[in-house]
């Protein structure tokens, strides 16, 4: 599986974006997929994960009530709406998949990366 995430750019405070995330193959459906971020001298972090049907969503407690993941199987495409967004959200921000179908928090649980899109969010 390929990931191809985009959709990053400056924004001011309060402002949103939209991250996409287009995967190739046919077993997209099948994955569960995540998004995770990663700031300047800091440690990857979980942002959001979605289930294979996209029945059920999680979120980290910095994000939750302002982002939203959601997923197109058809298109083979992972969302992440942001809004509300803060200079603390600032990072470059990667989408993953994991083949096991399990909800994972770590990111080594996942198999397969993104190449990263930057968000940089000013005050």
């Known amino acids: 599986v390929q990931l191809q995430a985009c959709g990053g750019g400056l924004v001011q405070a309060g402002g949103s974006l939209r991250l996409s995330c287009a995967a190739s193959g046919r077993t997209f459906r099948s994955y569960t997929m995540g998004w995770f971020r990663q700031a300047p001298g800091k440690e990857r972090e979980f942002v959001a994960a979605i289930s294979w049907s996209g029945g059920s969503t999680y979120y980290a407690d910095s994000v939750k009530g302002r982002f939203t993941i959601s997923r197109d199987n058809a298109k083979s495409t992972v969302y992440l709406q942001m809004n509300s967004l803060k200079p603390e959200d600032t990072a470059v921000y990667y989408c993953?998949?994991?083949?096991?179908?399990?909800?994972?928090?770590?990111?080594?649980?996942?198999?397969?990366w993104g190449q990263g899109t930057l968000v940089t969010v000013s005050s």
């Open positions: 993953a998949a994991d083949s096991s179908g399990s909800i994972w928090y770590n990111p080594h649980e996942y198999d397969y």
